[in-house]
Structures are given as structure tokens and as C-alpha cells.
């Protein structure tokens, strides 16, 4: 551990001003909070990641999605393109692009922000099969990046397995590929928007505010009851979604309601 420090200490002495620390596999899982005070207190600057020997200042989920809709804390997950490695390998077996976009748009409408990796050969150049990944994910994100990088609202909007994030008056709703249906609900908000795009094509998305069988349904299960006072209502459902013929990737809609409507949500 005094090599470690050792080494710690000339990184924070010897290099100038530091913006980040980020440790790796602390395998034995030692607890020490005096290494990161002593990074602190060298380089104040520096945030710290939460794989050395305390909490650090932020998380790093790694190759998987956590079970949440907002995250609490500030976080910053890594991917690579492939599965096997984080460096070059001559045989990788590669992510596909799906995979890849719906790992970032819901760790992104999360509030998360997101690293993803490839590895380059011995002379830096990147493999074909990695830049042709990173070309199509681009494209994807640069028509969709409004609404992932908003502000996460997940309040406005009961279903657990949409992401949802707020920009003034617009929302925004990520779907991802394996929804079972070309109709989505957005329980509890009962007006219409005065515009629904999608953000993937630019396309306008067909909306509407009733009370399925479905949604009835859903809400008894949830306890309301005629007999016992309770109504259920009638909620806005987006339409005709393209699920299933936009190549696997998440979907993105765009909102716009009115001012102050959604504050009443």
C-alpha cells in the first residue's frame, strides 16, 4: 500500500493541475479514505472516480444498464464495442448497433454521462468493424440527442420501461425497440400536445387521449374501483410507432404542450 501511495502522490505532484483521478479493479477491496483525501488535498480540482478506496465523487457502471429511471447520484458508464476486450483483439466479437444505442439512451436520459470504447491497433488506427459501428451510432444520436441529454422527468410518466426526460415545455419519451406494441401510454397526462415528433426520422407521430380496455384494465389492477369511488381515466397514448422497422433502434418523441401544462402533471 506505501508503493501505492508513493506512486499516487508523485501523479498529484508532478504533472500539473489533474481534472480527474479514475481508479480500476481494486480487487482486494480495500477501504482507505485517506488515499483520496490526500488527492483532494494535492489536487482539488480532480473528481474522483468510486473504484479506488472509498465512494469517490461519481459511479461508474460498467457494461450493463442499473434498474433505475434517474440516477442519484452523478455517474459516468463505460462500454466498449466489443465484448471481449477493451484494447485491440484481432477477433472480437463486436456489440451489436442496437445493443450499443439502447445501452446509451437510457443510461443518457438518466442523467448519466456515457464512455465508449474502442481499441486501436499497434499503429492507432481504428478497425474497420469498430468505425463502421461509431458511424452508425453517430447518426442515430446526432437526431436524438435533444431528448437524451434533457432533464430526466420519470414523475411525468408512470411506465417503467420508457425513459423520460423534460426540456421547458417539451418532452420527451425514449422507447426502446422490444416494446410490444405500436401504441405506447403515458399515464397519468391527459392532454394532448400541440406537436409529437419523431426525433429518429422527424416525422409527426399520430396522439390521442382515451381509455382503452388495456388501460382500464391496468388501473383496476393498480386498485381503482368503481364501487369504491374510484374512476379510471382516460390518458395520452402515442400511435402507429415504427417499432420494429427502424433498424432496432430506441426511439425518441418529442412533446410540445402548452405552457404550464406539464407542471400540472
Not at 488527492?39 to 459511479?59: E, H, K, M, Y
Not at 433505475?68 to 463505460?78: G, H, P, Q, V
Not at 448519466?112 to 488506427?125: A, E, K, Q, S
Not at 447518426?139 to 435533444?146: D, L, M, N, P, T
Request: aromatic content about 8%; overall charge negative.
Amino acid at each position: 500500500m506505501a508503493f501505492l501511495v508513493a506512486q499516487v502522490r508523485e501523479l498529484c505532484t508532478n504533472y500539473g493541475t489533474l481534472h480527474g483521478f479514475w481508479w480500476d479493479m481494486n480487487v482486494p477491496e480495500l477501504h482507505d479514505p485517506s488515499v483520496n483525501a490526500m488527492i483532494r488535498g494535492l489536487q482539488p480540482l480532480a473528481v474522483i472516480n468510486n473504484r479506488g478506496f472509498d465512494q469517490g465523487d461519481f459511479s461508474t457502471p460498467e457494461r450493463h444498464v442499473p434498474d433505475s429511471r434517474r440516477f442519484t447520484k452523478l455517474t459516468e458508464a463505460c462500454q466498449s464495442v466489443g465484448r471481449e476486450s477493451w484494447g485491440y483483439r484481432a477477433d472480437e466479437d463486436y456489440y451489436t448497433p442496437s445493443h450499443l444505442e439502447h445501452s446509451i439512451a437510457r443510461m443518457v436520459a438518466m442523467g448519466g454521462n456515457y464512455l465508449l470504447n474502442v481499441g486501436p491497433r499497434g499503429d492507432g488506427t481504428i478497425p474497420e468493424a469498430s468505425a463502421s459501428l461509431l458511424r452508425r451510432i453517430g447518426a442515430w444520436y446526432g437526431s436524438v440527442r435533444e431528448g437524451l441529454t434533457a432533464e430526466p422527468a420519470p414523475h411525468l410518466v408512470n411506465d417503467p420501461s420508457l425513459n423520460v426526460t423534460r426540456e421547458g415545455d417539451n418532452v420527451y419519451i425514449v422507447v426502446p425497440s422490444s416494446t410490444e406494441s405500436s401504441s405506447v401510454g403515458l399515464r397519468p397526462i391527459a392532454t394532448l400536445p400541440n406537436s409529437a415528433v419523431l426525433l429518429n426520422t422527424g416525422m409527426p407521430v399520430e396522439t390521442c387521449v382515451d381509455l382503452t380496455p388495456r388501460g382500464w384494465y391496468e388501473q383496476w389492477h393498480e386498485g381503482v374501483r368503481e364501487a369504491d369511488g374510484g374512476t379510471p381515466l382516460p390518458y395520452l397514448r402515442l400511435r402507429g410507432l415504427p417499432i420494429g422497422r427502424a433498424e432496432g433502434e430506441p426511439l425518441v418523441i418529442r412533446l410540445s404542450f402548452g405552457r404550464g401544462v406539464l407542471d400540472a402533471v
